[in-house]
């Protein structure tokens, strides 16, 4: 059971055997030089002290070799995107084959539902949910437009029932049973930006291949915080980012899964470049296009080997750490969290994130009733920091990487104060 006292949190940091990973991040300061309690890793995560290696790696082999990097280099750059394939693919439960690092998130979602938003005149209705991420929902209404259908009619939002924060299933189910035979593609955010609420990506895709619609995930809040079995989903298709929890830098390149089943399928429709042809006549240069199989099927470009460099550097972290062992951390460090929130004598606050631990990650958002943005504010000025959505929610996440629960016992405390 856990105690709201300052030591047993540093107890249980004493005792948590992922403690010694919080040494290997840049951990922002105030000017007095207090670590601040940073909570926004599924905003854009810490900088690991081993980033600036990787990249100086890169730099040098360009100073040394120019051009001749892409053979010479300590990392050739040709195929460097492949040193990343399978620690992604473990990290989001799918076969090296299913999965490459490419483009951005939003980029990657359009040129996804190149492959598998096919709308026909009667079939061609999106679904997402209601608090979908903003960028989701322009990227499919702009799809609804730019193949002629109208927005209003076009998109179908999966909603929290009246009075309630969270999605049921059963209303995804209802939604498609109903209207099945006119939606083209469900499009859904595995973990929900704004509550937390980590979905049922399996009953997800079962219910929308029950009606012939094409399921993809937006797993900008998943990758490196839960574990999807993105293959035994078997979701259609899947992108996320990997500057929130993968730790990469602002803007870093987004990852990209196609499942399998669609591997070998060359008739999709998709837009092409000379990096998704074929790479054994890739530079002969007047081949006619002859597409990759796989998830490596969809590259248009040759990629930018800085990003790579910085997202290697955090795969590499990942991969020796595992997801099993910082989920079972991420558990018991926002249960934590959960607990002391709980505690607090007033009726003003809520957690609206699930309160089983495998509907969600490591972010809990918290509403707070008559709070407005200035709470905010003031838990910034005391070194917290945290995320704040309109009308009245924080969202923390306790990253199991660098997050202790000595940060999260402080923060409550703060909080308490501020109320
Ligand atoms: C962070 C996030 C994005 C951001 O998209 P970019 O293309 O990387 O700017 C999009 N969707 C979701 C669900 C996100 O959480």
Request: proline letters at 5%; aromatic letters at 10%.
């Amino acid at each position: 059971m856990y105690k709201g006292t300052l030591d047993y949190a540093q107890e249980q940091d004493k005792k948590d055997k992922l403690a010694y990973l919080r040494e290997q991040f840049h951990i922002p300061k105030d000017k007095e030089g207090n670590d601040w309690l940073y909570f926004t890793g599924n905003s854009l995560g810490l900088q690991p002290k081993s980033t600036q290696k990787y990249i100086q790696q890169e730099l040098d082999d360009w100073a040394k070799y120019g051009v001749e990097g892409h053979f010479e280099a300590k990392n050739p750059w040709l195929p460097y995107h492949e040193f990343l394939t399978d620690s992604m693919s473990k990290i989001v439960g799918a076969k090296p084959l299913e999965v490459v690092v490419m483009n951005t998130l939003t980029t990657n979602l359009h040129l996804l539902m190149v492959s598998f938003y096919q709308p026909t005149k009667k079939k061609y209705k999106i679904v997402i949910e209601s608090d979908a991420f903003p960028s989701d929902r322009y990227a499919v209404q702009s799809q609804l437009k730019f193949h002629g259908f109208d927005v209003e009619d076009g998109l179908i939002e999966w909603k929290p029932r009246e009075g309630e924060e969270l999605l049921r299933i059963e209303d995804l189910e209802q939604i498609v049973s109903e209207q099945g035979d006119e939606i083209a593609l469900l499009l859904i955010g595995g973990v929900n930006y704004y509550t937390g609420q980590y979905l049922d990506l399996k009953r997800i895709a079962e219910i929308g291949h029950a009606k012939n619609c094409f399921v993809g995930i937006d797993l900008a809040h998943g990758a490196g915080n839960i574990s999807p079995e993105l293959h035994n989903s078997g979701v259609d298709f899947a992108a996320w980012c990997t500057y929130k929890y993968l730790n990469s830098g602002p803007g870093s390149l987004a990852g990209l899964f196609v499942h399998e089943k669609h591997a070998k399928n060359k008739e999709l429709p998709r837009f092409a470049g000379w990096w998704n042809h074929n790479k054994e006549t890739r530079f002969n240069m007047r081949q006619p296009f002859d597409v990759m199989e796989g998830a490596e099927g969809w590259q248009l470009s040759n990629p930018p080997i800085l990003s790579m460099a910085a997202i290697r550097a955090s795969l590499d972290m990942f991969n020796d750490v595992g997801m099993e062992a910082l989920r079972e951390k991420s558990e018991r460090l926002t249960g934590y969290f959960e607990f002391l929130i709980n505690q607090i004598d007033t009726d003003r606050i809520k957690v609206i994130t699930p309160s089983n631990p495998k509907e969600r990650g490591c972010q809990l958002s918290i509403q707070v009733q008559n709070a407005d943005k200035s709470l905010h504010k003031k838990l910034t000025e005391n070194n917290i920091i945290t995320d704040w959505r309109e009308p009245d929610v924080i969202r923390c996440a306790p990253v199991p990487m660098y997050n202790s629960f000595e940060d999260v016992f402080k923060m409550v405390e703060i909080l308490k104060s501020l109320l």
